[in-house]
């Protein structure tokens, strides 16, 4: 598997694509945005910004599902653990993540039962070895992590196991970002992972109703310079298009017994994005006919319209939407950092202020690929 990785990331095709990108020779600036956390963790690692034309600038979008999950929805995970003694199985990279009364590291510092999965379908193992406990899955993440989570709803038989959604959905948030006044985009690149659930379809209303280029892009350095050399030449070629530059793991429509299982589990609403706002038809809940299984319904929790999101002199709002870079924010590195992040972009591997902390280059290094 390593040799085959290897192939995605090798000197010599990345030079040809750096070529590739010189040659497309776009004179002026150009904004490409991509919304997915593992895309900021590659291009920063191998330096990607770097080593490319001064012109073209690639920014971070709200790509990372820890980052997005709002502080209420913490909270209400954090009270089902302390106040209803639940065992609340959760993402270890959740753990950490600081709200206004604390993270769920805190709530099992001091007596919270939570427990870190590695897969949703570990919630049916817990489930099963305590019949005696209610068992809580804090359901975070994007369409990925979305179907199989429905999976487990719809497998699991286990009476104590009940689900706190805040799952989101990809394609909104880019909709939503073309609307923000003094945010400019030329074109996006969308996370392979996602596509190859969704499919391209539900992207093409990019190019046909905002002519904006968009280009479904896989995790390797050679992917992601792919599908900038892509989105370039859409925009040379004044010709926007939803195109697929992962086609060793994207089909055009996805997977469809994915995609019909979380039809048969999930309705799709209007959900509220941390620092971001409410996205309309952006959120998944369960239906009806699994109400039975919603942990806010179970416990009779209900959300805190009030909610404070980011703490004072936090800027994960505006990193998120791409208006500033990590380095702009005067407490980046300072008084937040992967030892005690101050907002949610410092605490996981997906945050963009945590990539940008691990491999931020020095300024002057320049086009060296390592």
């Not at 697929?244 to 959900?271: H, I, L």
């Not at 509220?272 to 009779?300: C, H, M, Q, T």
Request: glycine share 8%; proline share 6%.
């Amino acid at each position: 598997m390593d040799e085959v990785l290897n192939l995605y990331s090798d000197k010599t095709v990345v030079k040809q694509l750096l070529s590739a990108i010189d040659a497309v020779s776009i004179c002026r600036p150009v904004k490409i945005m991509h919304v997915c956390g593992t895309h900021e963790n590659t291009i920063s690692r191998f330096g990607i910004r770097e080593l490319l034309p001064e012109q073209v600038k690639v920014i971070a979008g709200p790509g990372c599902p820890v980052c997005v999950c709002p502080s209420e929805d913490i909270d209400i995970a954090i009270r089902l653990a302390l106040d209803k003694g639940v065992i609340l199985a959760a993402f270890g990279d959740m753990l950490r993540v600081p709200s206004p009364h604390g993270s769920p590291m805190d709530a099992k510092a001091i007596g919270g039962d939570i427990r870190v999965i590695y897969s949703p379908f570990d919630s049916i193992r817990i489930a099963k070895e305590n019949p005696d406990k209610e068992v809580v899955l804090f359901c975070v993440g994007f369409e990925t992590t979305a179907c199989g989570i429905a999976s487990v709803v719809q497998s699991s038989k286990e009476k104590n196991l009940s689900f706190l959604m805040s799952n989101r959905l990809i394609p909104p948030s880019m909709e939503f970002l073309l609307g923000v006044g003094d945010l400019y985009i030329d074109g996006f690149i969308i996370p392979g992972h996602v596509t190859a659930v969704m499919g391209l379809d539900e992207y093409m209303i990019f190019p046909e109703a905002y002519r904006m280029p968009v280009v479904s892009a896989g995790f390797e350095p050679v992917d992601i310079l792919l599908g900038i050399l892509m989105i370039l030449k859409q925009i040379k070629d004044k010709n926007a298009r939803c195109e697929n530059a992962y086609k060793r793991a994207v089909k055009e429509k996805g997977n469809p017994k994915a995609k019909e299982m979380m039809t048969q589990v999930f309705d799709v609403v209007s959900a509220y994005w941390r620092g971001i706002g409410r996205i309309p038809r952006s959120g998944f809940i369960l239906k009806e006919n699994y109400r039975e299984k919603d942990a806010l319904y179970k416990f009779g929790v209900s959300k805190n319209k009030s909610h404070i999101d980011l703490h004072p002199g936090c800027s994960c709002h505006l990193i998120m939407t791409g208006k500033i870079s990590p380095p702009d924010c005067s407490l980046f590195e300072s008084s937040c950092n992967p030892q005690t992040p101050y907002g949610p972009c410092m605490v996981s591997y997906e945050g963009t202020c945590n990539s940008w902390h691990k491999y931020r280059r020095s300024k002057g290094v320049k086009r060296t690929f390592h």
